[in-house]
C-alpha cells in the first residue's frame, strides 16, 4: 500500500506543484487548503506525514502542529514557510515538527526529506507480540530508568512509554549510543538531521529541551542529559545522589 502525504497549503501553484511530483513518486496525496480543514483531514484520512505550509487561513501551521500534538495525532510534519525567518522555524520545531524547509524551494529535495522523515518512521510499526518480547530483551538500551528500544522506535521512562516525534527519538538514540561522549551541536546536526544547518545549532537545544521535559525529574539540574558549556551535551549514566 502506498504512503499517503497530506499537502496542506494555500497557494493553489504549490499545491498542484507537491501533489504531481509526490503522485509521480509513487505516493498517495491528499490535500487542505486552510488550518480547519487540516486537522479535519489529519483526522479522518490518518496520513503517513503532513507537508504543512506555515501562513495559512483560519489557523495557521503553528496553531495546526500545536493542535495535532496536543490531540496525540504524531504524524512527522514537515514544515514550509515563505519566511526565512529563525524565530518561525525555532518555533515550529518547539511545537513539534520534525523538519523544516523555506520556500522557494525544489520538488526534488522535498520529495528527499519526505523519503527520509517517512523512512526513519517506518521503524516504529509495530510487531508480533512473541518477536516484540524476544527483541525487548536481544535489543534494547537501557540508561537508568530510560529504555530504548531501537528496532521498534519506542522509548519508555520509569516503564511509561514516552511520546517522541521523529527528531527527538533519534536524538536520544544517537545521545544514548555515545553515552558518556561529549557531542558538539554540530556533530548533532550532522549526524541527525543529515544535513547542513550550519549556523542553526538552537534546533539541537529545542530538541533537547524536549527530551529533557520527558525525562528529567527537574529540567534545572538533569542528571541524564548534561550541557557541557561551550561544547555541547552528553546522556550519562544517573548518579545515585542525583
Known amino acids: 500500500m502506498n504512503k499517503k502525504i497530506l499537502v496542506v497549503d494555500d497557494e493553489e501553484?504549490?499545491?498542484?506543484?507537491?501533489?504531481?511530483?509526490?503522485?509521480?513518486?509513487?505516493?498517495?496525496?491528499?490535500?487542505?487548503r486552510d488550518g480547519e480543514?487540516?486537522?479535519?483531514?489529519?483526522a479522518s484520512e490518518?496520513?503517513?506525514?503532513?507537508?504543512?505550509?506555515?501562513?495559512l487561513p483560519k489557523m495557521d501551521g503553528i496553531e495546526v502542529c500545536k493542535q495535532l500534538r496536543i490531540q496525540k495525532m504524531m504524524f512527522p510534519i514537515l514544515m514550509l514557510t515563505a519566511k526565512d525567518d529563525e524565530f518561525d522555524k525555532v518555533l515550529g520545531l518547539e511545537l513539534g515538527a520534525d523538519d523544516y524547509m523555506t520556500k522557494p524551494f525544489s520538488p526534488r529535495e522535498v520529495g528527499a526529506r519526505v523519503k527520509a522523515i517517512?523512512?526513519?518512521?517506518?521503524?516504529?510499526?509495530?510487531?508480533?507480540?512473541?518477536?516484540?518480547?524476544?527483541?525487548?530483551?536481544?535489543?534494547?538500551i537501557k540508561i537508568g530508568e530510560?529504555?530504548?528500544?531501537?528496532?521498534?522506535?519506542?522509548?519508555?521512562?520509569?516503564?511509561?512509554?514516552?511520546?517522541?516525534?521523529?527528531?527527538?527519538?533519534?536524538?536520544?538514540?544517537?545521545?544514548a549510543k555515545?553515552?558518556?561522549?561529549?557531542?558538539?551541536?554540530?556533530?548533532?546536526?550532522?549526524?541527525?538531521?543529515?544535513?547542513?544547518?550550519?549556523?542553526?545549532t538552537r534546533i539541537v537545544d529545542v530538541h533537547i529541551s524536549h527530551l529533557r521535559d520527558k525525562i528529567e525529574k527537574n529540567t534545572k539540574?538533569?542528571?541524564?542529559?548534561?550541557?557541557?558549556?561551550?561544547?555541547?551535551?552528553?546522556?550519562?549514566?544517573?548518579?545515585?545522589n542525583e
Open 221 to 240: 539540574k538533569p542528571t541524564y542529559i548534561k550541557t557541557i558549556r561551550g561544547l555541547g551535551y552528553k546522556l550519562e549514566e544517573p548518579k545515585p
Open 146 to 175: 530510560l529504555r530504548i528500544l531501537p528496532e521498534h522506535y519506542e522509548v519508555y521512562f520509569q516503564e511509561e512509554r514516552l511520546e517522541l516525534t521523529p527528531k527527538e527519538f533519534e536524538l536520544l538514540l544517537y545521545l
Open 37 to 42: 480543514e487540516a486537522l479535519e483531514k489529519a
Open 46 to 55: 490518518q496520513p503517513d506525514l503532513i507537508v504543512l505550509d506555515l501562513m
Open 118 to 140: 517517512l523512512r526513519r518512521a517506518q521503524q516504529s510499526q509495530p510487531v508480533p507480540a512473541q518477536e516484540e518480547k524476544e527483541e525487548i530483551i536481544a535489543d534494547q
Open 13 to 32: 501553484s504549490i499545491v498542484t506543484l507537491l501533489s504531481y511530483n509526490l503522485e509521480r513518486a509513487g505516493y498517495d496525496v491528499v490535500t487542505a
Open 178 to 200: 555515545h553515552k558518556g561522549r561529549v557531542l558538539t551541536r554540530d556533530l548533532l546536526l550532522s549526524a541527525v538531521w543529515n544535513y547542513d544547518f550550519a549556523g542553526d
